[in-house]
């Protein structure tokens, strides 16, 4: 038996028997970097005063379900990778498909005789901070979302890194999106993309390190 295998095998005993603890220190920890990453929208930014209205409309619903379909693959992947046992398939797929849905909803939205200028519909009025400010309210769920995640045993330590980050950043976008102004397709599609991909490639960068078992 080589030393791989082994370690595959002791570490998967070692994850039958924390199993139901993981899951618990996991949930815990979204919902407390999530409750910050709330407390910072709401006392920094301010939810957006016409939120009611905006919630009736279905461009306000496709940005957050944008962010929603993110950090769901992202909290999939790396609950899955943490855990040696458990595979996971094409994971670049299914981070590709949300992208592609809202990036052809954009492209129609362009094309549409009616739609304001192709500039206005990229810009918005917050281009400049939006995905700073998406990353900005990741951070509190990136760090405790790692501080759970460095005492598992990932095989795969950068994908779950990296998954650990898309879903802190789609989190945090779902957030910012109570208080963002912003409902183009074509914003989302550059911007809450933008800020959602930048703690998914530090999570890449710094999963190698941390996450290494």
């Known amino acids: 038996m080589n030393t791989d295998k082994l370690i595959q095998i002791l570490a998967s005993d070692y994850m039958r028997d924390s199993h139901p603890a993981f899951k618990r220190r996991l949930l815990l920890a979204i919902g407390l970097g999530g409750g910050i990453s709330f407390l910072m929208m709401a006392t920094l930014l301010k939810i957006r ?3 009611m209205f905006a919630a009736t409309l279905p461009t306000f619903w496709l940005k957050v379900f944008f962010a929603i379909a ?5 909290l999939m992947g790396a609950t ?3 855990m040696p046992g458990k595979s996971i398939t094409n994971p670049y797929w299914k981070i590709a498909l949300p992208i592609l849905v809202i990036w052809i909803i954009a492209y129609w939205t362009i094309i549409n005789p009616s739609a304001p200028e192709t500039a206005e519909l990229i810009k918005g009025s917050t281009w400049q901070v939006c995905s700073l400010l998406i990353a900005f ?3 509190p769920i990136f760090i405790l979302v790692f501080w759970v995640l460095r005492d598992m045993a990932s095989v795969r330590p950068r994908l779950t890194g990296l998954m650990a980050g898309l879903f802190s950043g789609g989190l945090a976008a779902s957030i910012y999106s109570l208080h963002c102004p912003e409902l183009s397709p074509v914003f989302v599609g550059i911007w ?3 800020g959602i991909l930048i703690p998914a490639t530090i999570g890449a ?3 190698k390190k941390i996450l290494r078992w």
């Open 80 to 82: 899955k990778t943490a």
């Open 137 to 139: 309210l990741s951070t």
């Open 49 to 51: 005063p016409d939120l």
């Open 205 to 207: 960068l710094l999963g």
């Open 70 to 74: 993110l950090l769901g693959v992202g």
């Open 192 to 194: 809450y993309l933008l």
